[in-house]
């Protein structure tokens, strides 16, 4: 996950990026997470060959990690503009085969529990819908991203608006940022 979620991204756009850099369309958008908040700064200073067990806990290190570069690369001399964007809470595959999701399974399956799905069922329909947009929303924000001439290079953009990356301490962090950074471009070089 951590390769594909993270660095196969950070490879493309640093392979890309001086010839981005020569062209007026060097606009990228990285496309995080709102599960982002949920990174602690020492999750983030973990080596990327360390073992996880819970997958939730590791796509959401992903997203962060995809905040941090962006804000290192908005920096870097090839002057691309580089954002980062929260698509929504977009109801996907990922969300039946989650640990979230297959534990609720497991206690379903006790005899309490499936007496009632019948009932439960419908009002997880209506919760589910209320809460988790389209997938047609989340690609308007990410053009929206692409986009829109007000945004400063290195935001994190989340309803078509700036969010302060407070929220992620490690964001407003360049120790942390560089360190990101540097780890990195060293995995990706080898």
């Known amino acids: 996950m951590m390769a594909i979620n993270y660095l196969s991204q950070v490879k493309l756009y640093e392979s890309l990026s001086p010839k981005l850099a020569k062209s007026n369309l060097n606009r990228v958008v990285f496309v995080s997470s709102l599960i982002n908040m949920v990174v602690s700064d020492d999750q983030l200073r973990q080596p990327f060959d360390t073992i996880y067990t ?10 962060a990690q995809q905040i941090l570069y962006t804000k290192a690369a908005a920096k870097s001399p090839f002057q691309n ?3 980062a964007v929260n698509p929504g809470l977009i109801y996907t595959d990922i969300m039946q085969h989650g640990d979230f999701y297959q534990k609720s399974i497991y206690y379903y399956q006790t005899p309490l529990f499936a007496a009632l799905v019948p009932f439960i069922e419908p009002i997880i329909n209506i ?3 209320r809460l988790y947009e389209r997938a047609p929303d989340g690609a308007d924000r990410i053009l929206y991203a692409a986009l829109d001439m007000t945004l ?3 935001d994190y953009i989340q309803n078509y608006g700036y969010i302060n990356t407070a929220m992620l301490s490690a964001a407003a962090d360049d120790f942390m940022i560089n360190t990101l950074y540097d780890m990195t471009t060293e995995v990706i070089r080898v």
């Open 54 to 63: 819970n997958s939730a806990e590791l796509y959401s290190i992903t997203k």
């Open 81 to 83: 503009f580089v954002v």
């Open 127 to 129: 919760i589910r819908y």
């Open 152 to 154: 400063s290079n290195g």
